[in-house]
């Protein structure tokens, strides 16, 4: 049977965990809003998908994560670099293609990488990323490293024949990889529960590979947190993979250029109530954290933003001679004549 999972203010998450837990998710907002201003400015090239709305998922596995384990995520990958201790101005200098940003502008909003890092990279082919991931965490067990790989991807992933070649695959070794399903309820522009026969895209077919289905309150970066350090504490011990779908809702639009008319307006106005920034806000309050503490991550995060935001657009457009750098394996193409 599959339950969603919550936490509340019972849970035994320690104070400087869920302020950690809240700075990782202030940051990203704020991050993610000067990434929207920059891109009406025509400063970010190409289109960007944000998760504003999101971030509690990236969040939770980010403080839950060692500083080896290995990060794959999708073309909304911005929340999960910063997550992994990623510096904000490469990822928005690289937003807006100059040579500072994290492939020197070569990547773009949609491929960000850092495997210095472990962000093993945003992947814009749908799916692409699943059997990547579980090489990675094959990898790992091969070396007997105690890492985990953690591949986030979006509800439209489950109905690709990758979801189910690296869920087979990962439980059949037993691999230390972590899938979480960032179920936000629409694939693009489809509602994902027009086109899947369950109700739960992911976690209704954990059984099928001998998994537990595990479903989370998407916007509770405790009940995330939670969930992560009991599926990376399987895979550092041996269990094998673990499979959670977290229920959450993006803000906006698929992209920018998608003004999402397509949702309902009470399902919007619903979710937006459901804001997971200013609700664990309320919570902390709750649970007896000084609102000074709070107003100082808030602050000390606007003052990064601008920090960053500063430095990216000090940095310089990238140079002719970055045209054919990392495209061949001898750094360029002068062999062939």
Known sequence: MTTLQTRHAASDIGEPTRL???????????????????????????????????????????????????????????????????????????????????????????????????????????????????GAAWSAQYRGTGQAAVCFFGDGTTNIGAFHEALNLAA???????????????????????VTAVPNPAADRAAAYGLQPVVVDGNDPEAVHEAAVAALSRARSGEGPSLIEAKTYRHGGHSRADPAKYRPAAEVEEWLKRDPIPAYRQRLLGLGVAESVLDEIEAESARLVDEATAEAKAGPQPGEDLVLKDVWADGGATWRN
């Open 172 to 194: 059949v070794w037993k691999l230390p990889v972590v899938f979480v399903c960032e179920n936000n309820l629409y694939m693009e522009y489809t509602a994902i529960g027009s």
């Open 20 to 134: 950690a837990l809240y700075r990782q998710m202030v940051r990203m907002r704020g991050m993610e809003k000067r990434a929207y201003d920059l891109f009406l400015q025509n400063l970010v090239k190409g289109t960007s998908h944000l998760s504003l709305g999101q971030e509690a998922i990236a969040a939770g596995f980010g403080v839950a994560m060692r500083d080896d384990d290995y990060t794959f995520a999708t073309y909304r990958g911005h929340a999960h670099t910063l997550a992994r201790g990623v510096p904000m101005t490469g990822i928005l200098a690289e937003l807006m293609g100059r040579a500072n940003g994290l492939m020197a502008g070569k990547g773009g909003s949609m491929h960000l990488t850092s495997v210095d890092h472990g962000m093993m990279g945003s992947y814009a082919i749908i799916g692409a990323h699943l059997p990547i991931a579980t």
